[in-house]
């Protein structure tokens, strides 16, 4: 095993920028496309059942390749698959862009998700092996790479508003060349070596939890279409319910799985990653539809819908920064998450009284920046317990369960939430009234998820020991 060698203390600072960058763009490339979705319908011939896979094809690959990812970072090096996730996401950028049809961009899609899932597990890594040893930084440096996430996903409306608007829509993935490039040249100076274990790969167990989480997102995301009791609904979502309990025995029967069952043991963790999964849940289905709102009641353009959402983003990396890890010092991690959600619930609550004939001012901003407050205290304590309750040489591993938690989340409730939107009316595009309901409904069925949320923390996790560490360092380790 090879030691971990740190760069000096005045470069990690530098080496955190790179890690948050690594963030902003994983979470930026799921919501870029979303503005220049009708351009590339248009362009390269997608039907409107089919357009959805543009953002699926990089989610199902980001989200189920992301254990392999951990794990792999735990074998290889956190640094040597940084990297590599970097050179993947450039290639599928790439690809990407240039695609002249719908299996070329699906195929683009899918790699940049595949670089994506390496990238995101390593750099929660090469975070904790930088300021694990200093639990006063690591809450800085995990407040920092936390805000990265919500800038990320709102810079990815902004971006692709102006890129479509102004440019042309491959541009939306040429973007990140000239960042991936960057990358690449500043990890070997900045980033630590880090630590390769013994082991093999469990190749089998991340082609069935890709494949068990591909098909129950396709089984969610088609039911509002065909129907939650067609034959095609039920055979998808036993198959993927089959697929996912294959790997759940394999895992149990590998002396070197690909996800030791044995972590989950460990309450604060599991609870932690439910929280992140239902936060996940939450939370993108209410910038999705808020979104919608802004463009398909209110009325605004592009360009002027992905600048309504700059507050709520601003707020939230100042909550991120500057408010949870002093509020983590003082009441603790539990109290705190627990109050992010409450929070949540009540700023998604006021959200779901949205009105026909609103306003941006009146409708949306006070609203939508309860939730970022409530997004804010939650993140950050669900993220730093999630991590610090695994073993050290698991770092990689938690990181890739934690990810997947968020991203899965994500997927599954946003499909869930349409479903309920479009029952209630959000799929009468141009009846004004129907469409608001149909959003006020979805944004509801958000609030119930964070609730839920909250009694889980609650009740399931449980308020660390204090360590042996100075009384002025937080408590959130």
Known sequence: MSTISAPPVSRRWWALAVIAAAQFMVIMDTSI???????????????????????????????????????????????????????VLLGGSVVAGLAGGVGAELTGRAIQGIGAALIAPAALTLLMMLFGANPKELTKAIALYGAAAPAGGTAGVFLGGVITEYLSWPWVFFLNVPIALLALAATPYLMPRGTATKGSVDVLGA??????????????????EVGWSSAQTLLAGLAAVVLLGLFIALQARRRTPLMRLGIFTNPNLAAANVAQLLLGAAWVPMWFFLNLYLQQVLGLSAFPSGSALLPMTTFIMLGMIVV?????????PKRTLVTGMTVLTAGLILLSFL???????????PASLVAAAGMSLAFIPSLGLALSSARPEEGGLASGIVNTSYQIGSALGLAAITAVASSNGANQLGNLPALTNGYSAALIGAAVIAAAGAIATLVWLRTPKPAPIPTEAPVAQ
């Open 324 to 332: 949870a890890p002093r509020l983590m010092n003082a009441i603790g």
């Open 33 to 87: 496309i979303g503005v220049a979705l009708p351009k590339m319908q248009a362009d390269l011939g997608f039907s409107p059942g089919n357009l959805s896979w543009v953002f699926n094809a990089y989610v199902v690959a980001f989200g189920g390749l992301l254990l392999l990812g951990g794990k792999l970072s735990d074998l290889i090096g956190a640094r040597r698959i940084f990297a590599a996730g970097w050179a």
């Open 355 to 365: 009105r026909s004939d609103g306003s941006f001012w009146v409708d949306v901003l």
């Open 207 to 224: 082609l069935l939890v890709t494949a068990g989480l591909g098909v129950g997102v396709y089984a969610i995301v088609r039911a509002p």
